[in-house]
C-alpha cells in the first residue's frame, strides 16, 4: 500500500529564487533555520542577502566532512582561467541526501580533464558540462605554486584552442 504523505519540501524562501524549469534535486537543513540545496542547476547556498547560485560548472571542488559542507567556487578569468575564491561551508543540521548528489552533480560535470608541466609548474585542464547547454567547455586551472605569466597564458590559450576544437 502507498503512504499518504506528502513529500517534505524545501522552503519557500529559497524556492522562490528558482527558475521555473529549475527543480531540487536535495536539500539539507542549516543550523541557522536556512537550507543548502541542490537543483539542476546548481547549489544554492545560503548568505547574508538570502541565497546565492553557484552553478555546477563552477564548483571547483566540494567536501563533506564531520557535519560540514565545504564547497570552492571558481570565477572564470577571461574565458581561460578557473581562479578559485575562497572556500564557504556551513554546518548541515539534517543533510539528508545533499553530500552524495552534490558530489554526484561535481563529479557528472566534471567530462574531461588533463595536467601538463609548464616552466616550473603545472595546469589541470578541465572539460564541463554547463546545464542548459550541449557540449562542454574547456578552461584552465593554475596548480599551486604556478606563476600567472604572459608566456603561461600562451601557452595555455594554444592548448585551449586545440581541445576546445577536437
Known amino acids: 500500500m502507498r503512504s499518504l504523505r506528502r513529500r517534505e519540501q524545501p522552503p519557500q524562501a529559497l524556492t522562490m529564487h528558482l527558475d521555473k524549469h529549475e527543480r531540487v534535486l536535495s536539500w539539507a537543513d542549516v543550523d541557522d533555520d536556512t537550507v543548502v540545496a541542490a537543483t539542476s542547476r546548481g547549489i544554492w547556498w ?91 567547455t574547456w578552461w584552465a586551472h593554475l596548480e599551486p605554486g604556478t606563476r600567472d605569466t604572459d608566456a603561461l597564458r600562451s601557452a595555455v590559450r594554444a592548448r585551449l584552442a586545440i581541445l576546445r576544437a577536437g
Open 46 to 136: 545560503p548568505d547574508a542577502e538570502g541565497y546565492r547560485l553557484i552553478a555546477w560548472q563552477y564548483v571547483d571542488k566540494a567536501t563533506w566532512r564531520d557535519g560540514w559542507l565545504r564547497v570552492i567556487e571558481a570565477d572564470v578569468v577571461d574565458d581561460e582561467l578557473l581562479v578559485d575564491r575562497p572556500a564557504v561551508s556551513v554546518a548541515l543540521a539534517t543533510p539528508r541526501d545533499l553530500p552524495p548528489t552534490v558530489r554526484k552533480r561535481v563529479e557528472a560535470n566534471i567530462v574531461g580533464r588533463e595536467l601538463l608541466e609548464f616552466g616550473g609548474g603545472a595546469v589541470r585542464f578541465v572539460a564541463r558540462r554547463r546545464p542548459g547547454r550541449d557540449g562542454v
